[in-house]
């Protein structure tokens, strides 16, 4: 098997997003627009919680893959790259998870 990433996804997405193919399901979300496509991703949210909750691990890897590939299609609707997340991520690797947290702006 070859490596696949969250790169290729992206791309996946980014390429049936306008496709206006009537059996893709992420043409489907781009069109039914941000609320849709958000509305699925907290879904898929709270169907992963409750596999890790059960214990369930095939459950969990199941619900894992459609949390985030429902993030990139909110992701690509709004226009943000899976780049920019992975350099927020980059940038937070250098201290302490509690010490990043205690520097975001209170609000």
Partial sequence: ??????????????????SGDPDSWTAKLFARGIDKAAQKLGEEAVETVIAAVKGDKQALVSESADLIYHWLVVLGISGVPLSDVLRELEGRTGRSGIAEKASRPKG
């Fill in 1 to 18: 098997m070859t490596e696949f990433s969250l790169s290729d996804l992206e791309k996946i997405v980014r390429e049936r997003a306008y």
